[in-house]
């Protein structure tokens, strides 16, 4: 699977963002797709994932009521809607695909998944 994601910018607090993410190579459908972030100095962390198996959504705690994760099988997108932007969303983010089942104990663990987006820079200004 290759992802290409985009859609990151500059913007000021409180604004939104739609991030996208493309991806090609094999049978989208199936896979379980995530979104994940890392901000300078810090380590990789979850943002929200979409299990293709029974369609579950999941977010992280920081985002959960901000954020929407969405996908679309047929264009092969997944999509993550950003809204009420905070400086501490400044990260750049990752789309990352799992094949097969993922359990959901493993579903917000980077390395979980087996394929990973070049990422787009998110910043927001305060």
């Known amino acids: 699977v290759q992802l290409q994601a985009s859609g990151g910018g500059l913007v000021q607090a409180g604004d939104s963002l739609r991030l996208s993410c493309v991806a090609s190579?094999?049978?989208?459908?199936?896979?379980?797709m995530g979104w994940f972030r890392q901000a300078p100095g810090k380590e990789r962390e979850f943002v929200s994932a979409?299990?293709?198996?029974?369609?579950?959504?999941y977010y992280a705690d920081s985002v959960k009521g901000r954020f929407t994760i969405s996908r679309d099988n047929a264009k092969n997108t997944v999509a993550l809607q950003m809204n009420s932007l905070k400086a501490e969303d400044t990260a750049v983010y990752y789309c990352a695909a799992k094949n097969g089942h993922i359990i959901t104990s493993e579903i917000k663990r980077a390395g979980a998944y087996n394929y990973w987006g070049q990422g787009t820079q998110v910043t927001v200004s305060s």
């Open positions: 190579g094999r049978t989208f459908s199936r896979e379980t």
């Open positions: 979409f299990r293709s198996s029974d369609r579950s959504t």
